[in-house]
């Protein structure tokens, strides 16, 4: 029995258990306790997620991804927090956290196994309880209502990331000539020399200088209430001038294309892609990881000068393809005549 079919019996049990009511079956309409301590449990905000990103363990799987601990937080821990407040004073479907949604596709994307997700995620359930319980005492129902909302959630992290494995991996399938092919334009030969030594140290500065633009835009695409045509024409242009930086060195010309049809992509649907918010906010988390993946990658070819520079393709090339759908499926809806993208 193959490793999909093993995961697909698995998903197929859980999945019953929690249709007969198995696990999971408490039906708690209120929240009660946790409201009464919600401005302090808000006030705790940072104390709980650096202790949940500082628990070794936690901190161990998330370096052994190539995930940095500081734009995890940032970036998914930040946003599940307020995710669960809105849950717990009713501004938010309990089991429905999008940013959950966002955060498996990048798990996905760095090949995480199954219990790599499972120890992140249930330390951030055993973190909240412990700082919670620790600082107010334990009452039952403070405890039943923490457990209930945090096992709600678990139990969606659980049964998607099963299907977006089963389902990568019956796509992995279908693309294998599309990988040969694209592999075969990406491995290029590498020079003799160091490739270090002929690489400007303006353009690595550079290079930094526009992560940290491409960051600022995207957040401030992101908190904007009505994000406009400009910012994503600028982020277009940034994204696409980072990708011609790295085009001027043959060793890095596969990412630098690939990043400068992103930019091109962001340039193209200017237009339409601040009249879809929802989407908007999937295309800026999927930015976000991306670039957290550019700065490891900046980090470890530059600074540490690792002996592999295409370490990390498989993760920029997923998440770029990934973004390009997005935006691409944002356009259908506003254009049936588009014109169909040839990434590969």
């Not at 936690?58 to 669960?84: A, M």
């Not at 412990?130 to 457990?147: C, Q």
């Not at 960051?215 to 406009?228: A, G, H, R």
Request: glycine share 4%.
């Amino acid at each position: 029995e193959t490793d999909t079919a093993k995961l697909s019996t698995k998903l197929k049990s859980l999945e019953y258990q929690i249709s007969e009511g198995l696990v999971f079956s408490n039906k708690l309409k209120s929240f009660d306790s946790l409201n009464e301590i919600l401005d302090k449990i808000e006030e705790n905000k940072n104390l709980i997620l650096d202790s949940w990103v500082d628990k070794p363990i936690v901190e161990e799987t998330l370096s052994k991804h190539n995930i940095s601990k500081k734009f995890f937080k940032n970036h998914f821990g930040e946003r599940i927090f307020d995710y669960f407040i809105g849950v717990i004073n009713k501004t938010n479907e309990l089991g429905n956290c999008p940013v959950v949604i966002v955060m498996l596709e990048f798990f996905k994307n760095k090949n995480l196994p199954l219990e790599d997700v499972y120890t992140i995620c249930v330390n951030l359930k055993n973190t909240f309880i412990n700082t919670v319980i620790g600082k107010y005492g334990f009452k039952e129902s403070l405890f039943e209502e923490a457990t209930y909302i945090l096992d709600k959630n678990f139990e969606g992290v659980i049964t998607n990331y099963m299907k977006i494995v089963i389902f990568s991996d019956k796509l992995n399938q279908q693309k294998t000539q599309n990988k040969e092919i694209e592999k075969e334009e990406l491995d290029r030969k590498k020079p003799d020399e160091n490739y270090i030594e002929y690489v400007l140290e303006h353009d690595i500065l550079e290079l930094k200088d526009l992560e940290n633009e491409i960051d600022n835009l995207v957040i401030s695409i992101t908190m904007t209430k009505e994000p406009n045509q400009q910012q994503f024409t600028l982020l277009g242009n940034k994204l696409s001038h980072y990708g011609s930086v790295l085009l001027t060195y043959p060793i890095f010309s596969g990412l630098g294309n690939y990043i400068v049809k992103l930019g091109e992509h962001f340039i193209k649907d200017s237009e339409t892609l601040p009249n879809d918010l929802v989407k908007l906010s999937t295309i800026a988390l999927f930015i976000e990881s991306f670039l957290n993946d550019l700065i490891v990658w900046r980090k470890e070819v530059f600074e540490n000068v690792t002996e592999d520079p295409d370490f990390l393709n498989n993760s920029f090339f997923s998440n770029i393809e990934t973004i390009i759908n997005v935006i691409e499926d944002n356009q259908d809806e506003a254009n049936s005549h588009k014109e169909e993208v040839n990434f590969f």
